[in-house]
């Protein structure tokens, strides 16, 4: 089966807001709905947003106090004006990073992981939401339809290979959550709690537009552990040949 790179020749074209996407605010709305629970469970010092998409949107509830956003185009509070391909933190000095739509836009999504890698702290926690290329928004998307809508110009990756790459990198996949069951184009408004939604929800649950990976940095010791059963001791020659002299001596 062929499979794109994932480092694109060109620079794909960087949504700087929701509003530029197909009912971009209501997929902001049920991607903060649904990172509730998700963010209760993360815990640490500090946590990054990377990108335009996730800086515009609110952790409700999120156990981590300090939290920055790192975006291209840096105009809010706590936001940062920095690359994702070049994050301005030092190594294992992050505890969480949240990625909403930010690979899909990415000419090489690869070095942002590889970022995310070395800034994270060992246990962190890596949020990623993406766009389902077997939807029906990644099959829309082909098509001469709502041209202004910049999920055009979205790459699209399956959610197995995001976790592919970051399994690569010794990150354990934690979640898998799937959302939005809507073509992503059209003007019509998306009731997330119709009978419709719920039944995609749960019968076609992998045909959702957007899906959210939560994985953890896993924490390799450097030295092995020692066993702590004791070995048995090991055959001797001497004592053996001892016992077989002893045994052969005549009684007095």
Known sequence: MFMRSARSKTTPVYPKRWQQLGQGDIARQELEQALIPITERIFGYYLV??????????LHKCSVKNQFSCAPHANQHNQLCAK???????????????LLGELDFAQDPHQIIREIDRAITADGRVVIAGFNPFSIA????????NRKNLLHKGRFFTASRIKDWL????????QHDNLIYSSMFMRKK?????????WFQKHLP??????IITARKREIPLSPIKPKWKLKPKFSAS??????????????
Not at 84 to 98: E, K, R, Y
Not at 167 to 174: A, C, G, K, S, T
Not at 190 to 198: A, E, G, I, P, T
Not at 239 to 252: E, G, K, L, V, Y
């Open 49 to 58: 947003k990377i990108g335009s998409l996730s800086s515009q949107v609110t």
């Open 84 to 98: 994702s391909a070049q994050l301005p933190f030092q190594n294992s000095s992050v505890d969480a990073f949240v």
């Open 138 to 145: 990644g099959i829309m998307k082909y098509m001469p339809i």
């Open 167 to 174: 399994q690569l990198l010794d990150f354990e996949i934690v």
């Open 190 to 198: 998306l009731n997330s709690q119709s009978r419709l939604q719920k």
């Open 206 to 211: 992998w045909f959702s537009s957007m899906y």
């Open 239 to 252: 004592t053996a040949n001892a016992r077989h002299t002893h045994s052969r001596t005549p009684s007095q």
